[in-house]
C-alpha cells in the first residue's frame, strides 16, 4: 500500500478499516491504487492532466462508499474525469475492484478527508459535486463532524464552477434539515427546486447505492437535493 494512504489523518472521525481484505483486492491496493491515486504533496494546479483524455468535465463524489455510484457514473459517463474520496479502506478495496474489472481510465482517488483534495484543487475546476449518505453522526455532540458544514461549503464553493451541481442524498431527516439550513444560508449556492416530487425521486440515470437499499428495508425515504452553485 502507498505511504500516501497514511500520511494525511486530517479531522477524519470514522472507522479506516474493516474485515481483512480478500486476496484480489489486497492485491489492488498494491498494485492498482499507486496509479490512480492522486498526489497530494503539491497543490493541483492541472487536475485535468491527471486524465490520459484531459477533460473538461471534471466531478467529485465525497465518500463513495464501495464505488458502486462512482464506478456506474464513470462507466456510463467515459468523457467525464471523476475524483472519489474515500477514507475507509475496504471501501477503497470495492472500487478498486470495479476499476480493474470494468477497465475504468477516469476515475482517480484520493483514500483519505476529502477535505484535503479540496483544498488542493485550483478554483472552479469541478463541474459537479456528489454527497450520498454520508455519516449522520446522530448524537447531539457529533454533530460538528458532519461534513456539510458552512465552512465546507465554502470550500466547495471555491473549487465548483458557476452553474455546477451540488447534489447530497440521504434518509436521515434530521441531516437534511440540517443540510438545507446551511444551503439555504449560504451566498454561493441557490436550491431551485418548486416540488417535492423534485426531491423525493431519484436523480436521472441513478443506479443506487447499498446505503440507499438498506434505507428502504428498513423503512426510511431517501431524499435527493440538488444544489446549483451561483
Not at 467529485?60 to 462507466?75: K, P
Not at 446551511?182 to 418548486?194: K, M, Q
Not at 428495508?217 to 444544489?227: A, K
Amino acid at each position: 500500500m502507498s505511504d500516501t494512504f497514511a500520511r494525511r489523518e486530517s479531522a477524519f472521525f470514522g472507522r479506516r478499516k474493516g474485515k481483512t481484505l480478500r486476496a484480489h483486492q489486497a492485491g489492488l491496493m498494491e498494485t492498482l491504487l499507486p496509479k490512480v491515486q492522486v498526489d497530494l504533496s503539491a497543490p493541483l494546479s492541472e487536475p485535468a492532466a491527471l486524465f490520459a483524455s484531459r477533460p473538461d468535465d471534471l466531478r467529485l463524489e465525497v465518500g463513495f462508499g464501495g464505488g458502486e455510484h462512482l464506478a456506474a457514473d464513470a462507466s456510463s459517463h467515459p468523457n467525464r474525469g471523476y475524483f472519489g474520496c474515500e477514507p475507509f479502506v475496504n471501501g477503497v478495496a470495492k472500487l478498486m475492484a470495479q476499476i480493474d474489472a470494468q477497465d475504468l481510465r477516469n476515475i482517480r482517488v484520493h483514500p483519505g478527508d476529502a477535505g484535503d483534495l479540496i483544498d488542493a484543487l485550483p478554483e472552479a475546476c469541478l463541474s459537479g459535486v456528489c454527497i450520498l449518505y454520508p455519516d449522520p453522526w446522530p448524537k447531539r455532540r457529533h454533530k460538528e463532524r458532519r461534513f456539510v458544514s458552512d465552512r465546507m461549503l465554502a470550500r466547495l464553493a471555491r473549487v465548483m464552477r458557476s452553474g455546477a451541481e451540488l447534489r447530497f442524498a440521504s434518509d436521515i431527516d434530521d441531516y437534511v434539515g440540517w443540510t438545507l439550513a446551511r444551503v439555504l444560508r449560504s451566498p454561493d449556492f441557490i436550491w431551485p427546486a418548486t416540488s417535492e416530487a423534485e426531491w423525493l425521486a431519484p436523480y436521472a440515470d441513478w443506479p443506487g447505492t447499498r446505503y440507499e437499499a438498506k434505507a428502504l428495508r428498513e423503512g426510511r425515504t431517501p431524499v435527493y437535493l440538488t444544489f446549483i452553485r451561483r
